[in-house]
């Protein structure tokens, strides 16, 4: 009997999966952007703080403590998050005007984003992103076939509006109000089978795009232009804008023009000599491109295209749709943000603050991405080998 015992409890512990590819890719990027960060504010920190490790020192720290928050979610029964989804949801849209309430806020680079804890800044925008993802994968749940209902439709695509509204409004942070909503439509798009109004929506947005792009030329002119209608105008011309909003687009360009195919070397940028402002935040792609080249970038975007793919392998092997649709949440949140940097970064749209997941400088984004982590690697345990 104690044989057939241990025999069974062997079984179950082989039935057990973890998804070590998905773990080493993660800690990959994180080591990585730990270097690109030393390598890329090394000179500015010294100048400002007299300290060339001040911001990877900060870095660790955020790093280490997202670290072990992501080892507690993983551990947690992914399904103990469910309960607490709606409070994520209302507690995302009460946190959020926290940034404008004076003694909690704050402000770094002009702009007020950040809400003080103690000794610890948080930006609501990253916890806005990860209730999102828990409020619509248990909202979707709930719906069941209603999902598929016209209404149920656009009930979803209006759920995470108010909160977008928010983010842009409140912290003036148009990039993260695209991310929580491109986040609701790509986990509406694999709940629903109805893709002819996804096809009608993106046509839609298409147009709308091309007229305000097309308001935006025709207005150039006038004086009554805001900072994103410049931003609009620097981006299809930024050397006539040089001086002004196109003058960190074009010293980005220069680094990757600079970095040819095997790059200067890890260490060797010329641009991040004072000659682009915070290249350790939105701008440490170009860096990346500059120190290692061609070869380094694609190399990077190889491993996020890898660390893609592992969230799909999850998903599609969930063990229920709330777990799946928990994939898929982080999948989007990751894969639109990464899209969006090197888009920004390359001039392929507007600038906009966006970050490079895992390797960009930010305490906030790199902890809720751990715990986001750990959530797929929950998921990940409830999967059995033998339905892989």
């Not at 998903?315 to 899209?339: E, S």
Request: glycine letters at 10%.
């Amino acid at each position: 009997m104690a044989e057939r015992r241990v025999g069974r409890q062997r079984k179950k512990q082989s039935e057990n999966f973890f998804d070590y590819s998905l773990l080493f890719i993660v800690l990959f990027l994180l080591g990585f952007g730990l270097i690109m960060i030393y390598s890329t504010s090394s000179y500015e920190s010294n100048l400002q703080f007299g300290d060339s490790t001040f911001y990877l020192k900060k870095q660790v720290i955020a790093t280490v403590i997202g670290l072990a928050a992501m080892i507690v979610v993983a551990n947690i029964p992914y399904h103990f998050w469910e309960r607490f989804a709606t409070l994520g949801y209302i507690g995302s849209g009460v946190m959020i005007p926290l940034v404008l309430v004076p003694g909690i806020q704050y402000s770094a680079n002009g702009a007020t984003r950040w809400i003080r804890i103690g000794g610890f800044t948080l930006q609501p925008a990253e916890v806005a992103k990860l209730g999102m993802i828990l409020f619509l994968a248990s909202l979707v749940c709930r719906m069941g076939r209603g999902i598929r209902t016209t209404k149920g439709f656009f009930t979803v695509l209006a759920v995470p509006l108010p909160i977008c509204l928010m983010i842009w409004q409140i912290t003036n942070n148009l990039s993260s109000a695209i991310i929580v909503f491109g986040i609701a439509a790509l986990m509406l798009f694999v709940a629903s089978p109805e893709y002819k109004k996804f096809i009608l929506l993106g046509l839609g947005g298409v147009a709308a795009v091309a007229v305000l792009i097309f308001a935006v030329v025709n207005a150039a002119s006038s004086d009554g232009l805001n900072f994103r209608g410049e931003r609009i105008l620097a981006w299809l011309d930024p050397e006539a804008y040089a001086s002004g909003k196109g003058f960190q687009t074009l010293q980005a360009l220069y680094a990757i023009g600079s970095g040819g195919i095997l790059g200067k070397g890890l260490g060797q940028s010329m641009q991040k000599l004072g000659f682009l402002p915070e290249a350790q935040n939105d701008m440490i792609f170009s860096i990346i491109c500059e120190e290692l080249g061609l070869f380094g970038a694609i190399a990077i975007i190889i491993m996020f295209l890898l660390l893609i793919w592992r969230f799909m392998v999850i998903a599609n092997n969930a063990p229920d749709l709330f777990g799946a649709l928990l994939v898929v949440g982080v999948l989007g949140h990751i894969a639109i943000q990464v899209i969006l940097n090197i888009a920004v970064v390359t001039n392929t749209i507007p600038s906009t603050g966006i970050s490079l997941p895992f390797i960009s400088y930010g305490g906030s984004s790199v902890l809720f991405l751990m715990i986001e982590i750990g959530l797929v690697l929950s998921v990940a345990k409830g999967i059995r080998l033998k339905d892989l």
